[in-house]
């Protein structure tokens, strides 16, 4: 697959684009769950579920 040159090193997309959909789902569900149940062990489960979906999603080997 060509790299795409519009992406800085590191960020290329690859083929696993199921993959970086998982991890902007993982994002989105951090954001509701903060939105619906904020309290502070909902805010810690979703600031995981957040950066795990973006450490996720910028490394996708």
Sequence with gaps: MPRNTHYP??????????????????MLYGTLLVAAYPTLGAAVIATAAIVLGAVSYYRLD
Excluded: H
């Design 9 to 26: 090193i590191g960020v290329q997309p690859t083929a696993t684009t199921l993959k970086s959909y998982f991890a902007l789902f993982l």
